[in-house]
Structures are given as C-alpha cells and as structure tokens.
C-alpha cells in the first residue's frame, strides 16, 4: 500500500521570496514519487519526479525537491516565488517499474502568491 | 500541450442521465488512465486501460464505464448521475512502459449534475 499526506493545505509566500511544501510518504517498497502542479482550470503538468537516481531532483521552472528516506519525505522548494507560481501543488508516489499507474495523489497544497 | 485530447471541456446534465466522456492520448501512448477531481475527494484513480485492455481498476462506480478503442482513444461512460458526480474527470496518457514514465494529463471535462 502507499499513501501520500501533504502537510499544508494553503501556502502564502511573498513574491521573491523562498517556498517550501511539504510531502511525506507512506510505501511497503521503494517508491518513485512525482510533483505536479495545476494552474487553475488548467490540466496537470509535471514539476519533477523521482526514481532511484539522484536524490535531489530538479524541474522546471526553478523548483527542486529532495528525497530523503529516512523521513519519508519529498518537499519542493523554490528559492524565490513568482507570481506565476500561484497554483495548486500535488505530491504524487507511485509504485515503481508496475504495470499499472495507479497515482497515488496527496490531497493537494494551494500556494498564493503576494506581490 | 501535453498532447492529450478531452472533449468536452464543460457538460452540464440532470441527475438520472447519462454521458460520454472522451480522450484522446498522445501519439505513440498505449495507456489511457481516468481519474476524477472532486472538492471532497481529492484526485482519485477510476480505471486503466492499456492498448485496449483493462489493466488496473481503481475506485470507480459500477454506474461508470470505461472502453479503450482499437485507435487508442477512450471513453469514459457516466450513468444514472447523481449530483455526487459533479467533478473534474481527467484522462491521463503514458507509453505504459511502467510506473517511471511520466503521465500526459489533459485538461479535463468539467462535469456538473443539476
């Protein structure tokens, strides 16, 4: 089984400065676990994703999150805030090299952006 | 564009109906996911199809259906609707290599129950 819990609902950042969103995991294997994010009315993009290789994965747009396993976590960070960052952000984890892609989404972290 | 085609982007119908989601994946990909994006919920998975064939079932209702056609396109079958099923319903797209390969998802159908 697995499970993700993302442990913020809202995050509210001024512009320019750091963002941190957190995500802790919950997997009988080792996982892969992806970022995405959703502008509204818009569909899913994927930020980054890990799959057993570097430990801190970078994505687009300036954002990075690192694995680390002994906390079961997978937090995204970005230095500095755009106003174009203002979305919703899931955590993702998924069973990895299965045939199947049941995404296992957290319920979601809304970032709003001030200028 | 992830290259993953849903139409129609907004349908609103009474409770009782029934309607037809439809997706188009991205060229090449053989596996179509249905999820579906409620305020009460969260995303949840609904049903995989891969090159034709049911490969993995996740929370969906009897009521709901899905097929995947020999062109790789899929449809997503809604029936007896009840309010409960006003939700954004996405398809997702993936080559269905394995759980590594990332997945397209489309914009989504935005279904509301009157």
């Known amino acids: 089984a697995q499970s993700v819990t993302q442990l913020d609902s809202h995050v509210s950042v001024s512009e320019g400065t750091p963002v941190l969103l957190r995500c802790n995991y919950s997997?009988?294997?080792?996982?892969?676990l992806f970022w995405y994010v959703q502008h509204p009315n818009k569909g899913l993009q994927l930020l980054l994703k890990?799959?057993?290789?570097?430990?801190l994965v970078k994505g687009i747009n300036g954002f990075e999150a690192e694995f680390k396993k002994s906390e079961t976590s997978f937090h995204l960070t970005k230095p500095s805030a755009h106003m174009s960052d203002a979305a919703e952000y899931f955590c993702?984890?998924?069973?990895?090299?299965?045939?199947?892609?049941?995404?296992?989404f957290g319920a979601g972290t809304t970032v709003t952006v001030r200028a | 564009d992830s290259g993953v085609t849903q139409t129609p982007k907004h349908l609103i119908t009474a409770t009782g109906q029934r309607v037809t989601l439809r997706c188009s994946p991205r060229?090449?990909?053989?596996?179509v996911y249905w999820y579906q994006q409620s305020l009460d919920q969260g995303l949840q998975f609904l049903i995989q199809?891969?090159?034709?064939?049911?490969?993995a079932k996740g929370n969906i209702l009897e009521r709901f259906s899905a097929q995947q056609f020999p062109d790789l396109h899929s449809e997503l079958n809604l029936s007896s609707l009840e309010l409960g099923d006003s939700a954004l319903y996405f398809c997702?797209?993936?080559?269905?290599?394995?759980?590594?390969?990332?997945?397209?998802f489309g914009q989504g159908t935005r279904l509301t129950v009157v």
């Open positions: 997997s009988s294997y080792s996982p892969s």
């Open positions: 997702a797209s993936s080559d269905g290599t394995g759980g590594d390969t990332e997945a397209f």
């Open positions: 993702v984890v998924i069973r990895p090299r299965s045939n199947d892609y049941k995404l296992s």
């Open positions: 199809y891969y090159n034709g064939e049911e490969r």
């Open positions: 890990y799959t057993s290789a570097a430990t």
């Open positions: 060229s090449g990909d053989l596996s």
